[in-house]
């Protein structure tokens, strides 16, 4: 299958027809959020780069629904291609009322004769309800589709070879075709907790003033960050596109994944864009969904969670410098906002929560407090493996400073030890030599 970026091809590389991105920007005009774009953003080039690659992987079945022509067999991404009106009619129908099922925003294309009905052919209904399900994975990024032959009547979605499993996200990869009657926000649950919700222990407004704040779990940039968990725990950070997996600590492998599009968050932000498609309306569930309220809050506390583990602490910055100049898929179709997050040690930007001295679990990260919390405990109890490591390790500010001190005292020690020694030696040859 080819994938074309523009309306023309050319011997080198097309031009970019940036009109596709046009689905990052607001359903309607939001004068209540300043913040809302009224253009395209810039630099997402990296998107459109990373929307080609993923739409390589489509099967011939989904592919020839998005086919120029039938003999072609070429996905064109410029404006009036049938992906282009495919991919933004889904966007739009799916942002435009809550608790719509892929069944239902199947039937509204199939209105607009964006799909063919195709009555006679049950088959060709479930190749349009994957396709559907593929383009909300790419739009929300919160999930990569799968596209297995062997489970043709499921949806799947991928796992990378060797990838771990924490059990904090996902439940199952592959769930039957027949939950696409669902509303969205219960089909994704059907995958495990891809959006996590906030705790239902926890209240509704987190208020320091509360008798709950006194347990609350403090920590700081100093205390937990990406340089101590490389240096204390040899954890193995995986750089992944799938905004789910964000913060997912799997102890008994040591990997971290962390997403590698913050600007994708902070686009999802101002428009109110199609990972909103997923929020739950159900009032107090038995298994909770996240809210319109809470995917704000998860895409946040995403946004500062660079800003702990990487910004604020001078080693966290060197530490991730060296890893976007050694790791290609940090540095290969790259995320400016990530560089600016991650090393710059004063960032401001008014969707983005502020850096904190000393950040409160219950307070700064209501949704991704669990992940946050498991990393800080993995840190905890964890202790300098080598000489090296504990020279590194400031954590306890006092027992840093007690080493230095007990390290100064002991030498100087034994350095005056050392010189009574020579001092009594000579003073001994010479009471030697004066006999002689």
Known sequence: MIVGLGSTQRETAPSIDRS???????????????YAPSSIPADFDWYLKWLCLQISSLPEDEASLLAKDADSGTIRLGENSTFHKTFLAINHISRSQDNLSIEEIQEKLIEEDIFLSDSGSSDV???QRRLIFAMLGWQSML???AFDTRRASSLNIY????????????DDWSVPISLTDRPLAILLKAFGNLLPARSSSSNNIASELSKQAFSWTSLSSSDVNAYLLHTLLRVNIQWVDTLSLHLDYEKS?????????????????QSKGAIYSFASTESDPIDPRATSDEITHFLRETLLSYRLLFGQAKPSRRFFRNMFKSETVLSCNSDPLLRLLCLDQYFAHPMVPPDRTLYLIDRDFLVLG???ERIADELKVA???????LLRDRRDTLQYWTFW????IGGVGILLSILQVILAAIQVLQASGKSI
């Open 370 to 372: 669990r992940r946050v």
């Open 405 to 408: 001190f007990v390290v100064i």
């Open 20 to 34: 596709i991105l046009t689905f990052l920007l607001p359903e309607t005009n939001e004068s209540e959020n300043p």
């Open 143 to 145: 999930f990569l589709p």
């Open 383 to 389: 202790n300098p493996k080598s000489l090296i490591d």
């Open 125 to 127: 209904l479930v190749v």
């Open 159 to 170: 796992k990378a070879p060797g990838q771990p499993n924490s059990g904090l996200v996902f």
């Open 253 to 269: 492998t040591r990997s971290l994944s962390i997403f590698r599009h913050p600007s994708f968050c902070l686009a999802m932000l």
